[in-house]
């Protein structure tokens, strides 16, 4: 690695204090810079880290710490504690609706993100626990998109509902609920295309399904490697369409994936998989300390 | 803005434009002390001045050189590599389509015969931009369809052969020499063509893209870069960085998903967009003009 970690540069910082005998509030304003650094290397949002900081140093500062044993363990904790606290403090899953009452979820997201890979990978889980999915192609854009849920619900031996690309995506959701109800599927994943968070069209679009049909889960689908735009998609996403939970792509990658914790902070929304592949196997439940080491890169 | 002067809080302003452009911290810093030392030298006490003076230099540095599109000037073969989703197979399309309004003859090779309508998705965009398309079966040998696809190219004298890679993560050891093995084969097999390797990379993409182009590189001695998505509010400022690096050029942009939607690249917008300020050619036009 190019980088020591950042453990071993704080304990760095805090041996040369170590002859002092305690810390002074420079000595930890100094180790949170690294704890900064660490954090922006990890593409977690300018503003995001700048609010974390503040918040670290409050507790850091007049607490234990500046007297304690190994001020460096210390003040690693805290880091670790408050950003595990923000990435949400347990794994969540997916809300059902109760029974055999059908629950409708919709995958959202920018262009590329994994949405249609997401979504069979989704349909896959839950058939593994029971359940009846139907895959509903409203992505009616992209070159070969359809084709594409097509392939992939074969792969996991699930029925996918078309009505090829020149219906509104509105009117095939409607259309794929009732066919749920005839056929006794009770989930039904909606693939919607990828879109921009800034076209106000293609936003309203998926407003526009919202209000044809009851979704119960609108999930954002958000690539680990995102860099600091994140914030921006996650804000537009949750605002204009309204989100109930994330789902981080791509993390079978290098990437720190900080990603991950400005969405979170942004929407307060919580992480419920990750995909950790292309495999349509490859999707994880989300663990929020480990994502939190990843980010720190410990 | 608003600086009167250059003092610590001018600086982070400036650290927080490029950080928020995605330079990735180690080119702000770097780019931030660069400035610094250059402040110092030439006795600059303008804020606006120094600012300036860090623009023109990204400006600078970002310049393509002179001979970033001969190949479409030569019977060429255009590799498309990178990463999961990034918009590959749409640029190609695209190019394609440029390639095609200049008359030229190309040859597109589906050589992503992995994810589920590959195939399917390439052979739309060879449609539209009425380019040939030589196929591979879901689940073939991509090194096999890259032979073909130099035969066909070499027996119809295509001016240019595209050929479109599955997305592969540049960690994936083995997917990384399964490029280097396709690589191998035009070497070997097409030796007389000019050769271009573009890496693409997704503008909203963070520090990894870094990375993403030093592994490309590494396996297969990138000529330049696709940066895609830039219609989006993500600034691709990573590019800066690896220029920085490995001095690979970025050379076009996608600003869209249809097939007109890829432009040369323009260091001056690029730049201007980074640090919000309008395009050059329009401060003054604009209000001139009233258009
Ligand atoms: N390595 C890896 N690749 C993934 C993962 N999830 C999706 N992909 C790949 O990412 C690419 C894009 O995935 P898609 O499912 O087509 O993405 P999408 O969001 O539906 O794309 P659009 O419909 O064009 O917006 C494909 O090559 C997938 O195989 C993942 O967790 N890891
Ligand atoms: N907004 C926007 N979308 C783009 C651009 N380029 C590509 N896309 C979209 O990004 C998504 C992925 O594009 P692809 O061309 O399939 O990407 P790829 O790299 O070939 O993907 P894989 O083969 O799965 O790795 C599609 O929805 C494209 O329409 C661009 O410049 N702007
Ligand atoms: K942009
Ligand atoms: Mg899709
Ligand atoms: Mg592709």
Redesign the interface.
């Known amino acids: 690695m190019a980088f020591d970690s950042l453990t071993e540069k704080l304990q760095n910082v805090f041996k040369n204090l170590r002859s002092k005998g305690r810390l002074t509030e420079d000595d930890v304003k100094e180790a949170l810079k690294e704890i900064k650094r660490a954090l922006l290397a990890a593409d977690v949002n300018f503003k995001v880290v700048k609010d974390f900081i503040k918040s670290v140093q409050e507790r850091a500062i007049g607490q234990d710490v500046m007297n304690g044993l190994n001020p460096g363990q210390m003040v690693i904790k805290i880091v670790n504690e408050e950003l595990i606290n923000l990435m949400g403090s347990e794994t969540t899953e997916i809300q059902l609706q109760p029974g055999k009452a059908i629950t409708v979820i919709m995958m959202a997201g920018l262009q590329g993100a994994g949405k249609t890979t997401t979504t069979a990978k989704l349909a896959g889980k839950f058939k593994l626990k029971g359940k009846k999915p139907l895959l509903v192609a409203c992505d009616v854009y992209r070159p070969a998109a359809i084709k594409q849920l097509q392939v992939n619900g074969e792969k996991q031996g699930v029925e996918v509902f078309s009505m090829g690309e020149n219906h509104k995506p509105a009117n095939i959701a409607r259309a794929a609920i009732e066919h749920a109800q005839k056929n006794g599927n009770d989930l039904v994943i909606l693939d919607t295309a990828g879109r921009l968070h800034i076209d106000e069209d293609m936003m309203a679009e998926l407003e526009e399904i919202k209000e044809e049909v009851e979704v119960h889960q609108t999930i954002l689908v958000i690539d680990a490697m995102t860099g600091q735009d994140a914030v921006n998609v996650a804000k537009e996403f949750n605002e204009k369409v309204g989100i109930d939970g994330v789902i981080v792509t791509k993390l079978d990658g290098d990437t720190r994936g900080g990603a991950a914790l400005s969405v979170k902070a942004v929407t307060g929304k919580p992480i419920l998989y990750v995909g950790m592949g292309e495999k349509l196997s490859d999707l994880e439940q989300f663990y929020p300390d480990r994502m939190a080491s990843r980010i720190l890169g410990m | 803005h608003g600086f009167s002067r250059i003092d610590d809080d001018f600086y982070e302003e400036l650290e927080?434009v490029l950080?928020?452009?995605?330079l990735?911290?180690?080119a702000t810093y770097d780019i931030l002390d660069d400035l610094k030392a250059k402040v110092k030298e030439k006795h600059i006490k303008e804020p606006m001045e120094c600012r300036e003076l860090l623009i023109e230099s990204i400006k600078e540095q970002m310049d393509i050189g002179e001979t970033a599109y001969e190949f479409e000037n030569h019977t060429s073969v255009v590799m498309v590599i990178g990463?999961?989703?990034?918009?590959k197979t749409t640029t190609i399309g695209k190019l394609a389509g440029k390639l095609r309004a200049e008359d030229k003859k190309v040859v597109i090779a589906a050589a992503d015969t992995?994810?589920?309508?590959a195939g399917?998705?390439l052979?739309?965009?060879a449609n539209r931009s009425q380019a040939e398309l030589i196929g591979g079966q879901?689940g073939s040998d991509p090194a096999s369809v890259v032979f073909d696809a130099v035969a066909a190219a070499k027996a119809r004298h295509a001016d240019v052969l595209m050929i479109d890679t599955a997305?592969r993560?540049?960690?994936k050891k083995n997917l990384m020499e399964e490029l280097r093995k396709m690589n191998k084969i035009i070497d070997r097999e097409f030796p007389e063509a000019y050769r271009e390797t573009l890496v693409v990379l997704?503008a909203?993409?963070?520090?990894?893209?870094l990375?993403q182009a030093k592994e490309f590189n590494d396996v297969a001695e990138i000529t330049g870069i696709v940066l895609t998505?830039m219609?989006?509010?993500?600034k691709g400022g990573?590019a800066v960085a690896i220029h920085a690096e490995l001095g690979v050029p970025v050379k076009y942009i996608g600003v869209g998903?249809t097939i007109d939607d890829l432009q040369k690249f323009d260091a001056d917008d690029f730049v201007n967009a980074l640090f919000e300020r309008p395009k050059d050619d329009e401060t003054s036009e604009e209000v001139s003009e009233n258009k």
């Open positions: 927080e950080i928020m452009g995605d990735g911290v180690q990463v999961n989703g990034v918009g992995f994810r589920a309508a399917e998705q052979k739309e965009w879901e997305g993560l540049h960690n997704d909203t993409t963070g520090q990894n893209a990375q998505k219609d989006g509010t993500a990573i998903e």
